[in-house]
């Protein structure tokens, strides 16, 4: 407190990385904010928001504004060299800048297999969040083969030998610690007809590959491997932008009983709904249509 009140005044910005840390400074940027003249801009970053709210710390309701930082976006990549974007690399390897940016693509998977190897190090046995490490990381390794799946948590507890408590636990716990995401089915009248469950996306597509153990294998176009990986890329690429844009979307799934899907469906502000499908092919015939139609 009193290195930032006798600061010199040219410092105007005061940076703190994995603040989750360390939670008791919140209460310290709190008491600067509010009593102290001046006070500087505060960069709070962390990569896990759970511990802090575990530890009920001082989350500054109303005087910080929350933004995520996602691995690079097409646009981030094209604006800085038009040719520096590779649809199949941003595939095969995903697009955390210190893995797509490095030109040696050997380097780049040794990149990843360090970075998820740090996630179960430091993320979840450091602060304690399982109890059996070893059932993780099998949970892991099946859910990032069922990436861009409906979820089903008794099917997931049976094949894995957990229940299925634990299983909802688990993917709480990638979902506070930022490696994924829900994507929630669409919502409607007839509500019988629609899917209930959500899907459940890595954040990165060489992150899902690297825990699914497929980092090895080369995309093909036209596989289904490509097509699924095409449709995470796609999928959160999309939703990425949207909220770097600051849109106030709605982003759901569309499923029938009858599975007639569409992959994402874009709700605006004024209820107008986009509805995307994708597929990696270059080829379109009428039978990829029939989720939009439906």
């Known amino acids: 407190r009193e290195e930032v009140k006798y600061r010199n005044s040219q410092i105007t910005h005061v940076i703190i990385d994995e603040v989750q840390k360390l939670p008791d400074l ?18 709070l970053t962390g990569s896990s928001a759970r511990k802090l709210k575990q530890s009920n710390a001082n989350m500054l309701g109303g005087r910080a504004w929350n933004c995520s930082l996602y691995p690079l976006t097409y646009n981030e990549i094209n604006t800085w060299n038009p040719e520096k974007f590779s649809l199949r690399k941003a595939c095969e390897i995903g697009t955390i800048p210190s893995v797509y ?50 979820v089903n948590y008794s099917n997931i507890a049976g094949d894995i030998g957990l229940d299925s408590t634990t299983v909802k636990d688990y993917y709480q716990i990638l979902v506070d610690t930022l490696l994924g995401f829900y994507l929630r089915p669409m919502a409607g009248s007839d509500r019988k ?10 954040f990165d597509t060489g992150v899902q590959r690297t825990l699914a153990r497929q980092l090895d294998s080369e995309l093909v176009y ?23 844009l600051e849109k106030d979307y709605e982003f759901c799934f569309y499923r029938t009983k009858d599975k007639i899907e569409v992959d994402l ?10 509805a995307i499908e994708i597929k990696g092919t270059s080829k379109i015939r009428s039978k990829h249509l029939s989720g939009l139609k439906s």
Do not use: C, M, W
């Not at 007809?193 to 890595?202: H, N």
């Open 222 to 244: 036209g596989t289904a491997e490509f097509g699924s990986v095409f449709e995470h890329f796609l999928i959160k690429e999309i939703i990425n932008l949207a909220k770097y």
């Open 101 to 150: 940016l490095e030109e040696n693509r050997a380097d780049a998977k040794r990149t990843l297999r360090s970075y998820t190897e740090t996630y179960l190090e430091q993320e979840i046995k450091a602060e304690a969040l399982v109890r059996n490490l070893p059932a993780f990381v099998d949970f892991l390794k099946f859910v990032a083969k069922e990436n861009g799946q409906i």
């Open 26 to 43: 919140l209460d310290e940027v709190h008491y600067i904010l509010e009593k102290i003249d001046k006070p500087p801009y505060f960069v």
């Open 265 to 274: 469906t874009v709700t605006t502000p004024g209820e107008k709904i986009f």
């Open 193 to 202: 007809a629609l899917a209930k469950s959500p899907k459940f996306y890595f």
